[in-house]
């Protein structure tokens, strides 16, 4: 047993061997893409659907860790960057494992399987840039800059993010179920998130007319989030339409 006076520095040491980075590369690695499986596309489809909902988690982490920059906390902005690194690095391993599947060996179930999971994973990827790139911006165009939005326009931006997550937690259900119902709910919260986005740049332009000084400092980067939020709701919003599409009776909805 350790002597007591002795625990921190071993500690210390053992931080230094087992470097930080390290610990995030496993994190960031792939779970469930087992190559032992791929002598069984229906196996290799399964693991790749959960990769691709744990690629669904880290965007909805990034998604409320821009919450709090919103509100102010400048130091999350990191943390974006590191998870928007594993977005990456877990749609690449999702891509290249579904790769090593032969088009020839799906049957037309398994074959629309196929496209729905490399879509959702891309979309997925490329939502995590957003989330990345209007993190970055806003700490540095209003947190560094110390501007802040007029209080109306927060509440604006927390209100389209509130739905934005409900959004994406709908779609990774819609992914993982295929639930038709549910994805018809998906496809009305597109539209909903949509025409209040439209809204709340009405009234951000109404304060403009009245001469709001937070509204006039920060203008651009508030319309910019508006449509960097519509981005994001349409990219969460896509697995609805591939449920849907074999529908026929859906083209009258």
Same mark, same amino acid.
């Given at each position: 047993m350790l002597p007591l006076p002795l625990v921190t520095s071993m500690a210390r040491l053992c931080r230094r061997l087992v470097p930080h980075e390290d610990m995030n590369n496993a994190t960031a690695a792939p779970r469930y893409l087992d190559n032992s499986a791929l002598d069984t596309p229906s196996l290799v489809l399964a693991n790749a659907v959960r990769e691709t909902l744990r690629l669904g988690d880290v965007a909805a982490q990034m998604l409320e860790r821009f919450r709090l920059v919103l509100l102010g906390d400048r130091? @999350?902005? &990191?943390? *974006?960057? &590191? $998870? !928007?690194?594993?977005?990456?690095? $877990?749609?690449? +391993? *999702?891509? #290249?494992? #579904? +790769? @090593? *599947? &032969? @088009?020839? !060996? $799906?049957g037309e179930e398994d074959s629309r399987r196929w496209a729905e999971v490399i879509d959702t994973a891309l979309n997925l990827k490329q939502a995590g840039g957003i989330l990345e790139h209007i993190s970055s911006s806003f700490t540095n165009k209003a947190l560094d800059a110390r501007l802040s939005l007029s209080s109306e326009g927060m509440e604006e931006l927390l209100a389209l993010h509130q739905r934005l997550t409900s959004s994406l937690s709908l779609a990774m259900s819609v992914f993982l179920t295929g639930d038709m119902t549910n994805a018809k709910r998906l496809r009305r919260a597109k539209h909903r998130l949509i025409l209040l986005g439209r809204r709340y740049s009405h009234a951000h332009v109404e304060r403009l007319h009245q001469q709001n000084p937070q509204s006039l400092e920060t203008s651009s980067l508030h319309m910019g989030l508006l449509g960097d939020i519509r981005r994001l709701n349409s990219l969460f919003c896509v697995v609805a339409y591939h449920v849907l599409e074999p529908d026929p009776e859906d083209s009258a909805e």
């Open positions: 130091e @999350q902005k &990191r943390e *974006i960057s &590191r $998870l !928007d690194e594993e977005a990456d690095m $877990l749609h690449s +391993a *999702i891509k #290249l494992y #579904l +790769a @090593q *599947i &032969r @088009q020839d !060996d $799906l």
